[in-house]
């Protein structure tokens, strides 16, 4: 399928290594925000999500961390593998109309590449 | 559990001309996104649509129009095609409209102009 990677910022790491993919968001008012992967010809796949009362939540094998005094989300993926290649967006969850339009805006994406 | 599916999966159309792209949300999801995804960037949203009406629009033109049906499943019509056009529209469904409600996406609709 098509690569969704074309001219993204490139993380190569090896295979058993930890992995940290950062973020910067643009909107001071999110309060949510979500990490996504998407591999080539697929749609983006959650993987986790964090609210902006936390700093830190953890799933298996990933940890977001969210720093809201300078805007800036990271994902941690521990003991990374071949198939953690993928395109990874952050994204901040954006609420208007008093709640009743809820829209995500999504970073540029990171391309990581996981060498066996 | 199925998830969300679009139909097709890959379409070719030419300026000018209209296209109708479909979504199914996840059963039980009441609320569908829509965005476009132009090769190389991150998705942009279109659309948000909840209860059958438009919660929430995106910066793109009239030509740009969606509905929702009763069983939640969605429409996203393009009329008078651009080369510009070209993309992945991506459907997204969640259980709300509400605050910190995950949007869980399809795999497209790969959308080429000539």
């Known amino acids: 399928g098509e690569s969704v990677g074309l001219h993204l910022p490139t993380l190569s790491v090896q295979e058993g290594d930890n992995s940290i993919i950062n973020c910067a968001y643009s909107?001071?008012?999110?309060?949510?925000f979500i990490w996504y992967k998407q591999e080539s010809g697929k749609g983006p796949q959650f993987i986790i999500d964090i609210r902006s009362n936390m700093d830190k939540r953890q799933g298996q094998r990933v940890t977001v961390l969210l720093n809201k005094t300078v805007k800036h989300l990271s994902l941690q993926i521990a003991a990374t593998q071949p198939g953690d290649s993928a395109v990874y967006f952050c994204?901040?969850?954006?609420?208007?109309?008093?709640?009743?339009?809820?829209?995500?805006?999504f970073g540029t994406g990171t391309l990581l590449a996981v060498q066996p | 559990d199925a998830g969300v599916t679009q139909s097709p999966t890959h379409l070719i159309k030419t300026r000018g001309q209209q296209v109708t792209l479909r979504c199914s949300p996840i059963?039980?999801?009441?609320?569908v996104s829509w965005y476009q995804q132009v090769l190389g960037q991150g998705p942009q949203f279109i659309f948000q649509y909840y209860e059958k009406e438009e919660r929430g629009r995106g910066n793109f033109p009239d030509r740009f129009s969606a509905r929702q049906f009763p069983n939640y499943s969605s429409e996203l019509n393009v009329n008078a095609l651009l080369l510009g056009d070209s993309a992945l529209y991506l459907c997204?469904?969640?259980?709300?409209?509400?605050?910190?409600?995950?949007?869980?996406f399809g795999d497209g609709t790969r959308l080429s102009i000539l």
């Open positions: 059963s039980g999801h009441k609320s």
């Open positions: 997204a469904s969640s259980l709300s409209q509400g605050a910190n409600q995950p949007q869980h």
């Open positions: 994204a901040e969850n954006i609420m208007n109309y008093g709640g009743a339009t809820n829209k995500l805006i």
């Open positions: 909107n001071s008012a999110s309060d949510y």
